[in-house]
């Protein structure tokens, strides 16, 4: 009991430092590193790949501290499947998903809110990185991601929008399918789990588990767009596809979590 109670004090000391850490970077790194992207030579091109490389070797480093400091531990399955992707769909069931995958996929792009365009130090860092801007216009949204296609970067899109609430089913828009069929690219869908759950939608990050959090993240097998195509419509395309994908995470999402319990 006594050892429990140990252990449990230990991860949250070690939850609030990681995330303090995380934090800081979050401010000191853009300073530092931004100005020097700049400055060494290269196209706009060459400073996007440097500014991702930087937050995926941050974001790696965050996790691998997380590993260390015994606050979760983590299994990949299809590393390469993943890396080699196009399109990569993930459930969300946590805060840590968007930072997992990044630290994964060295050539990662993703869609970021608008508004963290505001904040200074998160301009130049998603500026640097080339990032996909979600600033309310869908076409503009599919277009940027055509061109991070055409650059060969991995799309990362979480179809739900946001952080899944647990025991409730997967409920998924439609953007990340209007992206697959309208810039014809196929979909690597990617299946996250937590066991125990923690750092969901509504959860404060001193809640923790009884026991370390241990993530497993599974590449799937590519789902190719081109089934749904449409040629009356690309929105009956885009409606089929995000059934079909309600559905099929709804279904492996729930396949996983029998599984680790």
């Not at 931004?34 to 400055?39: G, S, W």
């Not at 860092?125 to 080339?130: L, Q, Y």
């Not at 299946?191 to 497993?216: D, G, Q, V």
């Amino acid at each position: 009991m006594l050892l429990n109670k140990v252990n449990f004090v230990w991860r949250l000391v070690a939850t609030a430092f990681g995330f303090a850490v995380f934090g800081v970077g979050g401010v000191i790194i853009p300073i530092i590193a931004v100005p020097i992207l700049y400055i060494l030579p290269g196209d706009s091109l060459v400073r996007e790949k440097r500014g991702q490389k930087c937050i995926h070797l941050g974001f790696k480093s965050f996790i691998e501290l997380m590993r260390l400091l015994r606050v979760l531990s983590y299994d990949v399955k299809g590393i390469e499947a993943l890396r080699n992707s196009q399109l990569v769909l993930a459930n969300h069931p946590t805060l840590l998903d968007v930072v997992f995958l990044i630290g994964l996929i060295p050539n990662a792009n993703c869609v970021v809110k608008g508004a963290l365009l505001k904040n200074p130090c998160m301009r130049f860092a998603i500026k640097s990185a080339g990032y996909t801007i979600n600033s309310g216009c869908a076409d503009d949204v599919i277009e940027q991601a055509k061109e991070a296609f055409d650059k060969g970067q991995v799309m990362i899109v979480f179809p739900e929008g946001t952080r899944s609430i647990p025991g409730e089913s997967l409920k998924l828009k439609r953007g990340a399918a209007n992206i697959a069929l309208r810039a014809d690219v196929d979909i690597t869908p990617v299946t996250i789990t937590c066991e125990p759950i923690s750092l969901t939608k509504h959860a404060k990050w001193y809640n923790i588990p009884e026991r370390p959090m241990h993530f497993t993240i599974t590449t799937k097998s590519l789902i190719r767009a081109d089934r749904f195509k449409q040629e009356a419509s690309n929105s009956l395309g885009a409606r089929a596809l995000t059934e079909f994908l309600t559905k099929y995470f709804n279904a492996e999402v729930a396949v996983n979590d029998s599984v680790t319990k």
